[in-house]
C-alpha cells in the first residue's frame, strides 16, 4: 500500500480519537463538532478498530454523540462481540490441545489482552490468536494442530527456515470462515532479534489467566510491556490500537512493574531504541504520562547503536521492500555462520516455495520460477510507491 493521501487528516483523527480515549473527550467532542467531523471520526475510528472503546468512553464521560455516528460505533461494536465470540470459540478447542499435549505456549498481543484488560465484549477487535512456543516445541506443535484440522499457510522459502530464521508460521482452522493461529517462536520479527533476544526472553514468571473456559499463560507485566512496545515500533507505530494497548497495560500494571528491570533486559536484548520510541509516541498521543510511564522513557534514555537504528528503520518496510530487507538482516544479525545460512535459504527456496510463485510444470520450470521471484523482488517497491488509486 503507498502513503495515506492526507497524512494530516489522518493524524488529526488519531489524536481527537486519543484524547477522547484518554479522557478528554468534552474538549476533543468541541472540537469534533465545531469542524463537522463526527461522522468521518465513528469511520475513521472503526477502521482504526477502535470503534467499540471510543463509543464505550464517550458514554462514561457523559459526552453526547450525533445519531449518525452512534449508529455507526454501535454497530461496529456489535460485529465485534460477534465476530469476537465466534473467533474464541475456534480458538479455545485448539488452545485446549496444545495444553493436553503438553506444549507449554504464552498467549501474546490480542487474545492475552483480551483476557486481561477489556473486560467489556466489543472493544478490541482480535483478527487472529498470538501463540508463542519454544523452538524446541515447533514439530510438536504442528502436529497438535493439524490433528485439530488447522492448515498451514503458504510453504517459507525452505523447509527449515521456521523455526530457525523465520518467527512464526500461519495456521487456519478448519471452519468457515477460518480463523488465523500465529504460532511464534520468537516474539519479533527482525532477524537481529533472533539473535539479540533469547529464546526465553518472555518465559520467566508468566501469568496465569482465563482466556474463555481455557486457564493459559500470558507473559509478566515486565516482559508484556516490552513485547507490546517492540512490536508495535517494528511495526512503525502504524496502529493507534497498539498504543492505547500500552496506555492501558500501564494504568493497569505501572505501579507493579520494575523499571530498572525493563531498561536492563531492552538493554541486553538491544530493544531500548523500539521500546522507548513507543512509550515517547504513547506520551504524545495520550497527554501528560503517568509517573509510571514517564519514569519508564527515562529509564529508556539510553543511547543506541548503528545496527539498531538500521535493523528498526528497516522492519516496517520489509513486506514492500523484500531485497533491502535481506540485505539489513546480514548486515545487522550477528553471527557468521548464522548469516550465511539464512542468505543460502534466501538464494536456494526450496521447490515447494517456488512451485507456489509459479504453477506450471514443464522442463525449466524452476528456473523461470527463480526468475519470477527475482523479478517481483525488483518490481514490488515501485508498485508500493505508487500512489493509490482516486
Sequence with gaps: MGEPRNTHAHERMDALIARCLAGDAATAASEIE???LWERLASHACLAELGGALIQRLRAQNVPVPPSAEMQLDAYREHLVAAHAYRRSRIEPVLAAVKAEGVPFLLLKGAALDAVLYDEPGLRAMIDAD??????DADRADRVLKSCGCRPGADLVREDFYPRYHYERDYFTSHAPPVK????????RPLRYARTVPDDALWDRPQSVTYGNVRVLIPRPENMLIHLAAHAACHGLSELKWLYDIKLWL???GDQIDLDEVADKCRRFKLTLAV???LVRVADFFGHPTPARAAAVRALDQPAGLLDRLALAQAPRDADHPVAAVLVNLLCTPGVGFRLGYLESVLLPGRAHLGQLYRRRHPGWVIVAHLL???RGITRPLSSAA???A
Excluded: E, K, M, Q
Design 34 to 36: 465545531r469542524d463537522g
Design 131 to 136: 501463540v508463542l512456543i519454544r523452538p524446541g
Design 181 to 188: 493461529i500465529d504460532l511464534h517462536v520468537r516474539p519479533l
Design 251 to 253: 494504568d493497569r500494571f
Design 276 to 278: 522507548r520510541h513507543t
Design 373 to 375: 521471484r527475482v523479478l
Design 387 to 389: 500512489p493509490d488509486p
